[in-house]
């Protein structure tokens, strides 16, 4: 195999990313000033969005320590780039916004004495709780993502075996636990943003799209720069059709939840479930569901079936980078017509057209995320060299 001698440097695009986050945020700034209640839609879609990939990528992370597959040793440290304890910690300072905004996007925020439905709530979804909560979720994400990394930079010195071994252990109760906060979270920011709908699987729904969206762009990323070392001396056609394999095994969880849950209301038929469909199938909003349906799982569906699209890193990142865009729809119609900042009044009631906040907002956020994402990229070798599944990985290259 010839190899390039170009080498993949992700920390080059990071002085790129931070003038755009520094514009960005000067242009929402003035976006909040002008109209605070279109403003805070906006960074809420931002938010959940690339939170939805933070969180993803420390599952995935916690999944690749506990069951350790030979596909996901070559982006590891993608993983912790994109999930580590530095960006978690970026991703609760670009929450400060949602929690100085919550009277704006959360309607239980606004007195609801007559409100039987939101008053029973009050103990949950109170201003102080809330914020408790957040704190919980950060914190554990951040300990677990700081114990991953830091186990995994010190076997990277001292090649000691142990090390991996008390990973595993503790791999499985951390996905557990990653798995229970990350429901309550997307049911704090995102569901309660619709205090009198609820359902049991919003939350699988959620976390399930996360995983989607994380491991699309990953790999979107490794496949792009499978020409470059250190990819190119590990690129091989078993390590294309894993990573096509697990992201076809997404795809098929996201189909599976997201059918289950109209299932589950069109049978139970309460106007108060039905609700969730019906703000989310006026003016247009029909038709970003049906794409949904064929971009997100159609399209997916049969492609990642076909081996030849799976049998070259060119053909994966085709399907890959469509696969982060259709994440991106995903994401969008969970959110804004759950925002209460659309007017009611005028035609543009739950409105799928974006406005320019969407699209500043996404990219703002967008950047702090790519910014810290460069940085961590450059703190250890991007593929670890201690591990002996790599070796494996080696032999299927040749």
Not at 61 to 87: D, K, Q, Y
Not at 231 to 257: E, V
Not at 360 to 388: E, I
Request: hydrophobic share 55%; aromatic share 16%.
């Amino acid at each position: 195999m010839t190899f390039q001698s170009s080498e993949a440097r992700f920390d080059k695009i990071g002085p790129v990313a931070g003038l755009v986050a520094l514009v960005g945020a000067l242009v929402m700034i003035g976006g909040y000033v002008a109209n605070p209640h279109v403003a805070m839609g906006s960074y809420m879609f931002a938010f959940d969005f690339w939170a939805t990939i933070t969180v993803g990528c420390l599952g995935l992370n916690l999944l690749h320590h506990m069951i350790r597959p030979t596909w996901s040793v070559p982006v590891m440290r993608l993983f912790e780039a994109g999930g580590g304890w530095t960006m978690i910690i970026a991703q609760a300072v670009l929450f400060i916004p949602v929690a100085l905004g919550m009277g704006i996007v959360y309607p239980w925020m606004s007195p609801h004495a007559n409100d039987p439905a939101l008053t029973d709530k009050d103990w949950y979804l109170n201003p102080t709780f809330f914020l408790v909560r957040a704190a919980i979720y950060f914190l554990v994400w951040i300990f677990l993502a700081w114990f991953m990394q830091k186990s995994a930079l010190k076997q990277e010195e001292t090649k000691n075996f142990r090390l991996e071994e008390v990973r595993m252990s503790w791999a499985a109760p951390g996905f557990i636990a990653v798995f229970l906060t990350g429901t309550f979270a997307f049911i704090d920011w995102v569901m309660s943003m619709e205090p009198h709908w609820y359902s049991s699987m919003y939350p699988v729904i959620s976390l399930v799209s996360c995983g989607v969206g994380a491991l699309a762009l990953i790999v979107l990323i490794i496949c792009l720069n499978a020409d470059k070392l250190p990819y190119a001396s590990i690129m091989s056609q078993k390590l294309t059709n894993d990573m096509g394999n697990m992201l076809f095994t997404l795809t098929m969880l996201w189909g599976y939840t997201n059918v289950t849950q109209y299932i589950i209301m069109w049978n139970g038929n309460i106007p108060e479930l039905a609700s969730y469909f019906a703000h989310r199938q006026s003016n247009w909003w029909n038709f970003i569901g049906l794409s949904l349906i064929i971009g997100q799982f159609f399209i997916p569906f049969f492609a990642l079936m076909a081996p030849r699209v799976k049998k070259t890193p060119a053909r994966l990142a085709k399907i890959a980078a469509f696969m982060f865009v259709m994440h991106i729809v995903d994401v969008y119609q969970l959110v804004v017509p759950a925002v209460p900042f659309r007017p009611q009044d005028t035609r543009w009631t739950y409105s799928p057209v974006p406005m320019w906040t969407d699209v500043v907002a996404f990219l703002t956020v967008g950047a702090v995320w790519v910014l810290v994402f460069s940085l961590q990229s450059r703190k250890a070798p991007l593929l670890p060299a201690y591990d002996n599944r790599l070796q494996e990985a080696i032999s299927h290259a040749h």
